[in-house]
């Protein structure tokens, strides 16, 4: 029913929070570490970016795993796992 809507909302929750954190926390302290600061190429600064956008997807990732298997419960006539 509508309920089954819903069942993934709390771990998309957490990936998308600790994502956001992740990835606005590391940028300075990586922008810092290159050298990037305000009269820096762009080139490092993008590189920052990625290298934080990077770090933070792999530790978040993991979530969407848990939030997959969590909406498709049910689907299946038996649990997978």
């Known amino acids: ?17 600790v994502y956001g954190s992740l990835r606005y926390g590391l940028y300075a302290p990586i922008r810092d ?6 009269p820096a190429p762009l080139h490092r600064k993008v590189a920052a970016g990625a290298v934080a ?14 939030k997959v298997r969590l909406q498709t419960d049910g689907m299946a006539a038996a649990p997978r796992y």
């Open 1 to 17: 029913g509508p309920r089954a809507l819903f069942k993934g909302l709390a771990p998309a929750l957490l990936r998308q929070s």
């Open 33 to 38: 570490a290159l050298g990037a600061a305000s």
């Open 53 to 66: 956008g990077a770090a933070a997807a792999g530790i978040a990732t993991p979530t969407d795993l848990v």
